[in-house]
């Protein structure tokens, strides 16, 4: 089974919209984290948020936002008031387990297109 | 700000050859990782390093692949006989070490390695 599932390949929003990717992950680990990375054209791995599995808040970074369900087991990524330089492919990631040092597993990621 | 650095950028090498993939992790960051993304795919996690040993590794990484640190600040990926299908962005990350969960991994701009 997949650990984490990104259902949507490909996304357009108009610049200044909102607009919600979507994560969903699996896990029996009661302790867990759950990151979002922008991979530009140029191909680096860019970190924007992370929420841990006991955060009681939804995590917030400036125009991104984490939407945290977990009894659905969902991470879904709020990019408000999109800009041009958000186009992007964005993967979701998950760590299994307490402490900071386990592995990152990716989902296969959205592709963002921002039109003006 | 610090950042984690890797070389080549590009590296293109004939099978059966043997590369070395170079990475400089933040300076006090004590866990290191590579993951690889074959072209198009998601990011998947290969090895992870701690203390001098090898913490976590997956099915991807076999006898084919070695880590080292040789030194206070560089770690490497060693891939002893290239194939076809070892064609893809390798990239590096470091966490700090601490008790802190959100421990975010710090990727660098990746090598882009091409085996003809």
């Known amino acids: 089974a997949q650990k984490i599932t990104q259902t949507q390949p490909g996304m357009f929003v108009q610049e200044k919209e909102a607009v919600t990717l979507d994560c969903t992950y699996d896990?029996?680990?009661?302790?867990?984290?759950l990151f979002w990375y922008k991979q530009p054209s140029s191909g680096e791995m860019i970190f924007l948020i992370y929420?841990?599995?006991?955060?009681?808040q939804n995590a917030t970074e400036g125009r991104y936002s984490l939407n945290f369900q977990k009894a659905r087991k969902s991470a879904n990524l709020v990019i408000s008031a999109s800009q041009l330089g958000d186009s992007a492919m964005y993967f979701c990631a998950m760590r299994e387990g307490p402490g900071g040092r386990r592995a990152l597993t990716f989902g296969s990621g959205t592709r963002l297109q921002v039109q003006p | 700000e610090p950042e984690v650095t890797q070389t080549p950028s590009h590296q293109v090498t004939q099978m059966g050859q043997e590369v070395i993939l170079r990475c400089v992790p933040i300076?006090?960051?004590?866990?290191f990782y590579w993951y690889r993304q074959i072209l198009g795919q998601k990011v998947e996690f290969l090895v992870s390093f701690y203390n001098n040993e090898i913490s976590e590794k997956s099915e991807i990484f076999d006898d084919q692949f070695s880590v080292e640190r040789p030194d206070g600040s560089n770690f490497t990926l060693k891939i002893r006989s290239t194939k076809l299908e070892d064609s893809a962005m390798y990239f590096c990350?470091?966490?700090?070490?601490?008790?802190?969960?959100?421990?975010?991994?710090?990727f660098g701009p990746g090598t882009r390695l091409t085996v003809t």
């Open positions: 929420q841990g599995s006991y955060d009681q």
């Open positions: 896990t029996s680990d009661p302790s867990y984290g």
């Open positions: 990350a470091s966490s700090e070490l601490g008790d802190r969960v959100t421990r975010e991994q710090y």
């Open positions: 300076s006090n960051h004590l866990y």
